[in-house]
């Protein structure tokens, strides 16, 4: 056993990069997929819809843990050998891909029926209707809750750490497994984890009241 020393602590703040990627790798792809989502739940197409949904059910339905342990321990047994940046960027992306698909969903759908009328009105087909009119308005609403929800896929990478992917968490229970000192080792991982997400809520906060003085004008 040892003491825990300015070693570990920058250990620690270095992990954060790893967060920071997992987390960069997890929004861009889930925003794609979530896009795709969104895009089919508000389609009118039931086929599209169905799947949209049950796609949506399944992973907002059951724990994040849960599906890391099904993609990092359920792929060997299929025969496909995957890492552990494999399996969390994967599970990652796909979870983030329904919750992102769900909240966009519904800011297509607030966007008022005078709009969608009279894109039809102008005989636009789906996929113009939505680039020229729809989606550029949704944006404007879907900006805060998008940004405040990146919080809670950087929070989510957290879990990586069952599966072995070394990142903040990882790392502290690699370093207070070295120093039994729990409460200095998590008080730095949470600490660190602070850093990175306080920012993100404090955005996505000032964005939500300009969201509010611009629809009282």
């Known amino acids: 056993m040892r003491t825990f020393g300015m070693g570990d602590f920058w250990f620690i703040v270095q992990a954060a ?42 992973f907002q339905g059951t724990p994040l843990l849960m599906q890391l342990f099904l993609v990092f321990f359920g792929a060997p047994i299929l025969g496909v050998e995957v890492s552990p940046w494999f399996a969390a960027g994967v599970t990652l992306i796909l979870n983030t891909s329904a919750f992102l698909g769900e909240i966009w969903r519904g800011c297509i759908q607030a966007i008022p029926k005078g709009q969608w009328e009279a894109a039809e009105a102008l005989a636009m087909s789906y996929g113009r209707r939505m680039r020229l009119v729809i989606l550029p308005q949704a944006w404007k609403i879907a900006v805060p809750p998008t940004v405040g929800y990146l919080v809670q896929v950087l929070k989510g990478t957290s879990l990586a750490a069952i599966i072995g992917f070394t990142e903040v968490t990882r790392v502290g229970q690699i370093i207070n497994n070295a120093t039994f000192q729990p409460l200095i080792v998590f008080s730095v991982v949470g600490a660190v984890y602070f850093t ?16 509010k003085l ?4």
């Open 214 to 217: 611009s629809a009282v004008r």
């Open 196 to 211: 990175l997400c306080w920012p993100l809520s404090l955005l996505a906060a000032r964005m939500e009241r300009q969201l």
């Open 17 to 58: 990069q790893w967060t920071a990627l997992l987390s960069l790798i997890a929004f861009v792809g889930g925003a794609i997929g979530g896009l795709m989502v969104a895009l089919a739940r508000t389609s009118g197409r039931p086929i599209l819809e169905k799947i949209s949904m049950a796609f949506t059910q399944v």
